[in-house]
Structures are given as structure tokens and as C-alpha cells.
Nanobody, 116 residues
Framework: QVQLVESGGGLVQPGESLRLSCAASRSIFSTYTMGWYRQAPGKQRDLVATLTTAGNTNYADSVKGRFTISRDNAKSTVYLQMNSLQPEDTAVYYC??????????WGQGTQVTVSS
């Protein structure tokens, strides 16, 4: 079992930045692709960014150039640096860990609200 705990959400104004953190209960980055997803009210949960075991990244078109996913292996923590936030980025952000043939792990989510 793996527990994922997100933190760092909050209320910011358009154009500001936030950094989300996802702490894993044990070292999994060598075997699990880590990702961030988000779900706005009334909408489906969508992929934001992923980071593979090899260090390859992938981003949703809507966040390319603004968001950066990274990890600290020593801390078993994945980050999502979010710059130039816009109201449409408002959502609950979820951390995810997945690998082939295994059920994924999800965090509890952290709310990000972008509003003036």
C-alpha cells in the first residue's frame, strides 16, 4: 500500500503562483509514474502532468509552459509548480501513482482556487 498526501493548495489571484506537494509513504519513484490530475466542479478528472520513472514529463496543453512537475527522491515527494495561474485552473488537484497491471493510488486532493 502507498499513501499519497497532497498539500500546498489555496486561494490566489490570477497571475500568481502556487507549488503543490505530494508526499508518498514510501519510496516508489523507481517503479511508479507519478502524476497530477485536477477536477473542477461538475467536470471529469483530467490529467495535468505526469513524470515517469525515467524522468520524462508530459503536460496537458492547457498548462504547458506554466506548470512544472518534479520530484525529490530523497523526500519521496512530487511537486507541481504552477505559475501564471488563471481562474480556469480552479479545481481540486489530485496526486496519482500508477504502474502497469496495478491499481493506481490517489491522494485525497487539495483545493486550488484562482480568483480576484
Amino acid at each position: 500500500q502507498v499513501q499519497l498526501v497532497e498539500s500546498g493548495g489555496g486561494l490566489v489571484q490570477p497571475g500568481e503562483s502556487l507549488r503543490l506537494s505530494c508526499a508518498a509513504s514510501r519510496s516508489i519513484f523507481s517503479t511508479y509514474t507519478m502524476g497530477w490530475y485536477r477536477q473542477a466542479p461538475g467536470k471529469q478528472r483530467d490529467l495535468v502532468a505526469t513524470l515517469t520513472t525515467a524522468g520524462n514529463t508530459n503536460y496537458a496543453d492547457s498548462v504547458k509552459g506554466r506548470f512544472t512537475i518534479s520530484r525529490d527522491n530523497a523526500k519521496s515527494t512530487v511537486y507541481l509548480q504552477m505559475n501564471s495561474l488563471q481562474p480556469e485552473d480552479t479545481a481540486v488537484y489530485y496526486c496519482n501513482a500508477q504502474r502497469p497491471l496495478r491499481s493506481p493510488y490517489w491522494g485525497q486532493g487539495t483545493q486550488v482556487t484562482v480568483s480576484s
